[in-house]
């Protein structure tokens, strides 16, 4: 699962898509949480995308995501689950708790 967002897409809630990532926890219950991805555009890029529009930098990183795990090439240059201009995302886990607590399903 790749999912692909600009921080200053007035039309998206950041946090939310974050914080509501529940594809790391269920990909975790087969050991593959590092799978799902959240590709975050900056304000502004080289390519001169601004808020919702999405173009270039968003397939790049399709086409990077599908690279490495549909052919087995190493990652390629575009970034995941970082905000821009940040060492994490934006979600501070701690500050903002998730109320779930999931299990793996039970095999019985």
């Known amino acids: 699962m790749l999912n692909v967002n600009a921080v200053g897409d007035i039309f998206n809630n950041a946090l939310a898509h974050e914080a509501g990532f529940a594809a790391q926890v269920i990909y975790g219950w087969w050991g593959a949480e590092q799978l799902p991805r959240l590709h975050w555009r ?14 270039p930098e968003e397939f790049l990183a399709i086409f990077d995501f599908a690279d490495e795990i549909f052919f087995g090439k190493a990652r390629g240059p575009s970034t995941y689950n970082v905000a821009p201009k940040s060492d994490t995302w934006r979600y501070d886990s701690v500050k903002f708790p998730l109320q779930i607590d999931w299990k793996a399903p039970s095999t019985k």
Not at 42 to 55: M, S, T
């Open 42 to 55: 900056d304000v502004e890029n080289k390519f001169g995308q601004k808020g919702h529009d999405q173009g």
